[in-house]
């Protein structure tokens, strides 16, 4: 329980696309608000995008709304991290995130975390 598995990250150009994925196991999945949070080199850890266990409720960070979607298929417990119109400020390790709720886990009230998949925007 609480294994959050993380994919999808790489190397894009500027206004290019990517899709992260987190696998969870079916209970995390079915229990827990999952998202995603983001460190970029030398700044502190921020929230980015998450999703109700049910999938009924998102919120995104300012800064990505508009660009990125958030979105779950219960039947493989996996939460997606859909980015558009990447910019380079957007480079940063990308963590999977579990939460009591969408409210708690916004918050940065997290229960589990993933490793980190690195997410690289060139100019």
């Known amino acids: 329980q609480g294994h959050l598995e993380e994919s999808g990250g790489g190397l894009v150009q500027a206004g290019g696309s990517l899709r992260l994925s987190c696998a969870a196991s079916e209970r995390t999945s079915n229990s827990y608000a999952m998202g995603w949070f983001r460190q970029a080199p030398g700044r502190a850890r921020e929230f980015v995008a998450i999703i109700s266990w049910s999938g009924g409720t998102t919120y995104y960070a300012n800064s990505v709304k508009g660009r990125f979607a958030i979105s779950k298929d219960n039947a493989k417990n996996t939460v997606y991290l859909q980015m558009n119109s990447l910019q380079p400020e957007d480079t940063a390790v990308y963590y999977c995130?579990?939460?009591?709720?969408?409210?708690?886990?916004?918050?940065?009230?997290?229960?589990?975390w993933g490793k980190g998949t690195l997410v690289t925007v060139s100019s």
């Open positions: 995130a579990a939460g009591a709720t969408a409210d708690q886990a916004m918050r940065g009230n997290i229960h589990y």
